[in-house]
């Protein structure tokens, strides 16, 4: 689902720049509605097909579910069980059993299925650490998600299984000028008496899962207040998981963080015009990382703040003039665009005039993994003089770009990418 509507944005935007171009041929604005309404269809039919699962998956339940059973044992094993209502119910659970020692069956019963179903969960009931319950830390990344515009982008996969890492096999290829697929080449009969056999080139890739921790303090009175400080906390983790995740798929370092597509070893810098000012940016600049692109279709431009400031001014030099080459939103809930693509604002870019401050992606060539359920534990003893208790969450997640390097094709010195920056211009 998460795709087709990610797919439904793109076509969208593409149509708006269809119709806003003058010179746009009437069929091709026909042929971009037609696949509009293609994917609208699919995503109703998504809708039914996820209800009907739904809808299975809660009457095998009931009907395996045994007279007089407790309510924390008649969770199937494959699905997670909701014990507590709301997220600071289970926090409050979580505090009892470090300042009274007394244990809540049913955070023995997250932590048992935890440990059988995911096979993730380090923290143990003894250790203080217990699994947060899956509906509400599968909310807070869902809630990330769909809060941002690079989140919702991006390639993700939720590991569910025992495992802590993902691995897949890519083709490792680095030009297309004389061979594809890393090694595959063909030839005409008439050219070589003898072809060479040739295969393609593949990698194993690997993505171990990196802990991703947050804290958070709460009074006595958490109880008292728990429907204000469960929305609190929800949004308030919602919030930092997903400004750090973007932050590391821009520019993290993969040293116990995902790597970002700036430190990337497939990222092309294209460098700033001769005599070009600081902290500007010309259409030269864009145009050359637009050419730089492998696949057009699926672009988005990624920049700071402070240089969405500067498309206003931004001109198509035409003699001593100019035109206007930059589309803001001209409806509520439109997205601004430049040479069609959307544009995406993020303050984790760099700052203007330095490398990466503007950026044209692909997000789908960046992989994210993620473990679906967050470890919570508390501590009384970190702020014992101000009465307040002390939450601890981890989030498992890592990423990478999927390419480690740019493609070299044929009568071009110009590598292409799905990752394109600017270069500084100082």
């Known amino acids: 689902m998460k795709v087709l509507l990610a797919k439904l944005a793109q ?24 696949d509009i309404k293609n994917v609208k269809a699919k995503i109703e039919a ?45 926090l409050v659970a979580v505090k ?29 009931g003894a250790d203080g650490g217990f699994a947060v319950q899956t509906d509400y830390a599968g909310l807070m990344m869902e809630s990330a ?53 040739s295969n393609p080139k ?8 990196e802990k991703l921790m947050g804290l958070a303090y709460a009074t006595y009175e958490l109880e008292a207040d728990s429907s204000f400080v469960n929305t609190l906390y929800t949004r308030a983790f919602t919030t930092g998981i997903r400004r ?33 000012a600081a902290a500007t940016i010309l259409w030269e600049n864009l145009s050359k990382m637009y050419h730089r692109s492998l696949d057009k279709s699926s672009m988005a431009w990624l920049m700071h703040p402070d240089c969405a400031e500067q498309l206003d001014f931004l001109a198509f030099p035409v003699g001593v003039g100019g035109v206007p080459v930059y589309l803001p ?25 330095t490398v990466g401050d503007v950026n044209l992606v692909d997000l789908k060539q960046y992989m994210l993994a993620y473990k679906g359920g967050i470890d919570a534990a508390t501590s ?33 010195a110009n590598k292409r990418s799905s990752f394109i920056t600017l270069a500084t211009r100082g």
């Open 46 to 90: 998504q809708k039914v097909v996820d209800q009907l699962e739904a809808d299975r998956i809660a009457a095998e339940a009931q009907a395996n579910t045994p007279v007089n059973t407790p309510v924390y044992a008649q969770a199937k094993s494959n699905a997670a069980p909701k014990l507590f209502k709301n997220l600071v119910d289970q």
């Open 244 to 276: 750090e995740l973007e932050n590391a798929i821009i520019a993290g370092d993969g040293k116990g963080k995902p790597i970002g597509f700036q430190t990337g070893g497939g990222v092309v810098s294209v460098a700033k015009e001769a005599g070009q």
């Open 145 to 197: 998600v769909k809060e941002s515009g690079i989140l919702n982008l991006v390639d993700s996969y939720e590991v569910t299984d025992g495992s802590n890492s993902v691995k897949w096999v890519d083709v490792d290829e680095t030009s297309v000028a004389t061979t594809v697929f890393g090694g595959v080449q063909v030839y005409w009969a008439s050219e070589a008496a003898a072809v060479a056999a």
């Open 202 to 209: 593949l990698t194993e890739k690997e993505l171990k899962l």
């Open 329 to 353: 939103a001209s409806a509520a809930g439109t997205i601004d665009t430049l040479r069609g693509k959307p544009i995406l604002e993020s303050d984790h870019c760099a700052a203007l005039g």
């Open 11 to 34: 076509l969208e935007v593409e149509a708006k720049g269809l119709l806003a171009n003058a010179d746009a041929k009437a069929e091709d604005i026909t042929a971009k509605m037609e």
């Open 380 to 412: 009384m003893h970190v702020q014992f003089l101000t009465a307040q208790n002390c939450f601890r969450f981890i989030f498992r997640a890592n990423g990478m770009p999927k390419k480690n390097s740019a493609l070299t094709i044929k009568n071009s």
């Open 96 to 124: 009892a059993v470090a300042t009274e020692g007394r244990v809540d069956e049913r955070l023995v019963q997250l932590n048992k299925f935890s440990n059988a179903a995911l096979g993730g969960n380090e923290g143990t």
